[in-house]
């Protein structure tokens, strides 16, 4: 099935540590997205590319990092940098960048 | 940046009534979209309007883009408990806006049975 998947669904980090949220698509998308949810709010968008080896920071970058070597592929790396990470993560893509967005079913990290 | 409202924040509903809620912005928008989410999964894409005055419905659900395209508004007829969730509007501006598509906050609704 065509379709967005995430994983793992729930991760745990320990403080100072470094983790990366996989993020794939087989719908032949070029634009893909990362927000990040807090309980209880909407969507804050870290990062987004609009093609292949190219991508551009959203409204809540720092403490993030990501890479878009294959157009199927989208990892986002949370760092030690970022001080609340504890958050839902979502995955999304769009047939290109002025598209409609098509989610994940998310990524919940949480720090031990 | 830019801001999408949506009202109300919360609400509480009986099964079987009607449902409205509305997306307002200061800007002028070129698409507006509706997403529903279900607790602990990926909103999923409800319905997609694309011209002032539009009006679509998806099953229970109707969409319109507002003509001052400014605005839109859904509505739920009949509700059930599986509407139970948050929806969320996110609106489209042209240009080189760097972040294409906007997201409202989100519109909470409980249906009590």
């Known amino acids: 099935d065509g379709g967005i998947t995430q994983s793992p669904k729930y991760l745990f980090r320990k403080e100072g540590q470094n983790v990366t949220l996989s993020c794939e698509q087989n719908?032949?998308?070029?634009?893909m997205y990362w927000y990040r949810q807090d309980p209880g709010q909407g969507l804050r968008l870290i990062y987004y590319?609009?093609?292949?080896?190219?991508?551009q920071k959203g409204d809540i970058a720092e403490g993030y990092s990501v890479s878009r070597e294959k157009k199927e592929s989208f990892p986002l790396t949370v760092t030690s940098a970022q001080k609340n990470p504890t958050a839902f993560y979502l995955c999304?893509?769009?047939?290109?960048?002025?598209?409609?967005?098509?989610f994940g079913d998310g990524t919940r990290l949480s720090i031990l | 940046g830019q801001q999408l409202n949506q009202s109300p924040q919360s609400m509480f509903i009986q099964e079987g009534e009607d449902v409205s809620m509305n997306c307002t912005s200061s800007?002028?928008?070129?698409?507006w979209l509706w997403y529903k989410q279900d607790p602990g999964e990926g909103p999923v894409l409800l319905i997609a309007?694309?011209?002032?005055?539009e009006l679509t419905s998806n099953g229970r659900l109707t969409a319109q883009f507002g003509i001052t395209r400014k605005d839109s508004f859904l509505n739920i007829s009949a509700s059930i408990p599986s509407d139970v969730g948050i929806y969320f509007c996110?609106?489209?501006?042209?240009?080189?806006?760097?972040?294409?598509?906007?997201f409202g906050p989100g519109t909470r609704l409980s249906v009590l049975p």
């Open positions: 999304a893509s769009g047939v290109t960048f002025d598209q409609p967005q098509h």
């Open positions: 719908l032949n998308h070029d634009a």
């Open positions: 590319s609009q093609i292949v080896n190219d991508f």
């Open positions: 800007s002028i928008f070129n698409t």
């Open positions: 309007l694309y011209k002032a005055g």
């Open positions: 996110a609106g489209q501006r042209s240009g080189n806006y760097g972040q294409n598509f906007v």
